[in-house]
């Protein structure tokens, strides 16, 4: 998981184009759509774990890359 991959210390990346979420229903507080449920979930991830970026920018940086 993210967590683990942080604990020991790997670099972790979310691409934001990779990655989807669902609607979440009223369940007493209001409906919340899956692009708040989105921008919430990848600004924690950015606060707390690690980079969020394009696959496009992840894909260019891994070319430019020596081998």
Known sequence: TIRDAVHR???VIALR???AA???PD???GAVGAAD???VA???FAYE???VA???NVIGRLAEEPR
């Open 9 to 11: 210390e790997y670099k």
């Open 17 to 19: 184009d990779a990655n």
């Open 22 to 24: 669902m609607d979440y």
């Open 27 to 29: 369940l007493g507080w």
């Open 37 to 39: 449920v989105q921008r």
């Open 42 to 44: 990848l600004t924690t």
């Open 49 to 51: 774990f690690g980079e």
């Open 54 to 56: 394009t696959t496009a």
